[in-house]
């Protein structure tokens, strides 16, 4: 019968879309669009490397103050003072302890993982994908919006572009896509320049506004008389900005983005994979760093905006909505020098996004393929790129591309990352012992619980998306699943000496294998068991037999590897006794590595699992055992297409 081969054509546009798919999850390999994470000694200075996660923190300035004084109003400076106390005293020793615990980049999420197990533990990160997700993809279609902005309300395009920010936007997320298509490296050099430069250009602004504040006597005044008029005293101010605080929380990101970057920290000539002690403490300066840095802007930038720029321009409309401070740059240094703090602007801003889209795609291949969770294409950059940049579309336009609509998403995302980073360093220390970090963590984790469930209440389009997200992935995770239930999932066999010896000697005769359930392991168990077989099977006695004994260790595992340890019991029988999260995979990773170590097709003998047979079967997608037998010859049959060469499955 004639095969249509597919056209060449369609071979290499499939070839260029799963390029780098065969590398992806293996031990070492490359798990995302980045190059390989520089190797120990040979990284970046900590200084360079904060300002790869800066593109993304810093450039919250673009946007951070108009939202402060669409919350807070005339207590724009106060609220942003609350906010840099949370930052300093709170997120800021979260993060360096989830630095000291993860110093390979892993994060909260993998400190999380590894202090649950089974099913809910993967559930659990299942959840904080999906809020992770929501973090990334939000600040995808957020930095493209508000560059967008900046475009459109710069006095010499705004006649020409007036009405298009919804086409510029997409434009903006479709060329970022395009960039991950042709391929993308994370360019520190780039990231140092963007960085030096829009923190130069609001210097510049800051300066010009404190000069302008200085020398208007009357505008400070102004402001502290309006202050006082409309809150009364300093406790009354306090008590507003606390229960306003949640919508300034876009503030705070930052930090997972300074955590994921750690990889590329150059660290001590000394240090090693297991004890790189150099790197955390560089990377701790770089998180301490970026946040004065941030806090200094932050807190002058609320000033000058509030004092300086009319209540009714940070409204929707108005000219400083979602661009404060270009509103002032324009305004008092010139269209000159504003144009090249907007292009400044819309540069970090895009870069912020590339930042999250490289996340996305560290972040997803880290944990789905390792579960069985992710379809095999997953693991490949291109489709990726393409998925989450057609969300990004979609986000984009149900938000109609609106800052302000889109800041309680993203809040909601990077709150929930860092609570569950508060409670999981709040957990650590109580194992340690350390009861002072123990109950300073745990209020930081109160504080930003409050936080969070404050935002989710007034903003609820937050985790109404992240709730979707969640919902997808666990689905698309679970079909996942279930379609790669059959796979051999067992990535290496090890056989101890004796072990070696029982298949060795088998293969002389015949290589029989009988899979058994422990249980008493006595004498009779065994015997009874091998009088079965033959009996089933109507084999003589003169047939010999090693026992397979598989023993289920975590079901919801999906790849590992296998060691396969023998012994003889009662001075008669030989038993190979291994573990493994699932046991038709093992006993089928068993038998053909035996064929291929012995050139000999090795049977293997079953009773009929009792029960009803779908019951069986979700025992075996759950909990690794159930329909062994019938699994087991359908996982040998997917991994060896030629029947002659295929283990022989038998079941009485």
Known sequence: MATTEQPPSTNRLRAWMLEGLSDMGKAGGHTGPHAEPEPPHKGQRWYRVMCLTGVDYFSTLGYQPGIAALAAGLLSPVATLVLVVVTLAGAL????????????????????????????????????????????????????????????????????????????????????????????????GVAVALVVAYLGLNAVVVVVGMWHVLTAGHVVTDWTSALTTEHGNVFAMIGVSLLVFPKLALGLSGFETGVAVMPHVQGDPDDTEENPKGRIRDTKKLLTAAALIMSVFLIATSFITTVLIPANEFKSGGQANGRALAFLAHEYLGNAFGTVYDLSTIAILWFAGASAMAGLLNLMPRYLPRYGMAPHWARAVRPMVIVFTLVAFLVTWLFDANVDAQSGAYATGVLVLMTSAAIAVTIVARRAGQRGWTIGFATVSAVLIYVTVANVIERPDGVKIGACFIVGIMLVSLLSRLARAFELRVTSVTLDPLAERFVRDMASRKMRFIANEPGHRDKAEYRDKIEQIRADNDMPEQEDFVFVEVTVTDPSEFEAGLTVRGEVLHDRYRVLTLESASIPNALAALLLHARDMTGCTPHIYFEWTEGNPFANFLRFFLFGQGEVAPVTREVLREAEADRVRRPRVHTG
């Open 93 to 188: 020793p979260v993060y360096r302890r989830v630095a000291e615990e993860s110093p390979h980049g892993e994060g909260s999420i993998a400190m999380l993982e590894r202090l649950l197990s089974f099913w809910k533990g993967k559930l659990f990160v299942l959840t904080l994908l999906g809020f992770a997700a929501t973090d990334f993809l939000i600040t995808i279609t957020l930095s493209a919006a508000d560059a967008s902005t900046h475009l459109i309300e710069n006095p010499h395009l705004q006649s020409t572009l007036h009405g298009r920010q919804m086409l510029i936007t997409l434009l903006l997320v479709a060329l970022l896509g395009a960039v991950f298509l042709k391929g993308f490296l994370e360019a520190i």
